[in-house]
């Protein structure tokens, strides 16, 4: 890592840290505003986070990873899947122009990405609000349905233990299928995912598929009972049939950290990030 790349890590640091004890008292999984890149991938906690091992490699091999499915092949290790029959979503990459998925907007590490293909039967239970934060919301019941040919959600999960820690980051990246290309195509697409022992009842929270480019989502959590593992887990229902039809999720470079500290409380985490500031500018 070269000395850029750790000033932004400790700047970084510093941020969640602050960001943590402000939201300390309010919810335990916290999405944080978009900016640079907070996770570190040299100290993940999730196994196998980028689908690179073992590498199905580029081309036309590209096995079907979704439990349940006729064409079922093989899930990446690390992770539990399942689906429906009728289920078609692929592991690996086949461009063009970089290691991109189902023409999706250019991996961010490594070569292989999952798409969560499912189908275009699923509908919402009621109007999805956007929000500019990328957080899916409904103007009545919470939720997407699974249509009659593609009756279950893809699913995606794993259980991870956590060291002791203060707090955590759970960060990953998504884009859509076509939209590696800025040509117009289908509306945001919707996906759920959730974190065990954080909030009570395990809710499942969604979240936007972006039609042209890719995103980025990151949070801090806390835990609600320190001594028990927690599992991320990511819902697909299909394309969904809202406007003319929305995008389909493509997943990679999920990753979970512990935070450090911040043992001297929020003035530390403060000073930190005025500190990088100051970097910043000189």
Do not use: K
Not at 81 to 103: H, I, K, M, T
Not at 174 to 181: R, T, W
């Amino acid at each position: 890592m070269n000395t850029v790349n750790r000033g932004r890590l400790a700047c970084a640091c510093a941020l969640v840290s602050a960001l943590t004890l402000v939201s300390s008292a309010g919810a335990s999984l916290t999405l944080l505003p978009a900016g640079p890149m907070v996770a570190d991938r040299s100290t993940n906690l999730v196994v196998n986070g980028s689908f690179e091992l073992p590498p199905p490699g580029p081309g036309s091999f590209q096995p079907n990873w979704i439990a349940g499915s006729s064409a079922y092949t093989v899930t990446p290790p690390g992770w539990t899947s399942s689906g429906s029959v009728s289920s078609y979503g692929v592991w690996g990459n086949d461009g063009p122009g970089g290691p991109r998925l189902r023409n999706s907007a250019i991996l961010p590490d490594g070569r292989n990405a999952l798409y969560f293909g499912n189908g275009q039967t699923a509908v919402p239970l009621s109007a999805p609000i956007y929000n500019a934060n990328g957080e899916v919301t409904f103007a009545g019941s919470p939720g997407v349905v699974s249509g009659p040919s593609f009756p279950s959600p893809v699913v995606l999960f794993q259980t991870v233990t956590l060291p002791a820690a203060s707090s955590y980051i759970l960060s990953f990246w998504v884009s859509g299928e076509g939209s590696g290309f800025a040509s117009p195509g289908p509306l945001d697409g919707i996906f759920g995912m959730s974190l065990s022992n954080t909030q009570a009842g395990d809710p499942t929270r969604y979240f936007a598929v972006p039609q042209v480019g890719g995103r980025r989502y990151e949070f801090t959590f806390t835990t609600l009972n320190p001594s028990l593992p927690v599992t991320v887990r990511f819902l697909n229902w299909g394309h969904l049939s809202i406007g003319g039809g929305t995008t389909e999720l493509v997943l990679d470079d999920v990753i979970i950290n512990a935070v450090p500290g911040p043992s001297a409380g929020l003035a530390v985490g403060l000073m930190g990030v005025l500190a990088c500031g100051r970097r910043r500018r000189l």
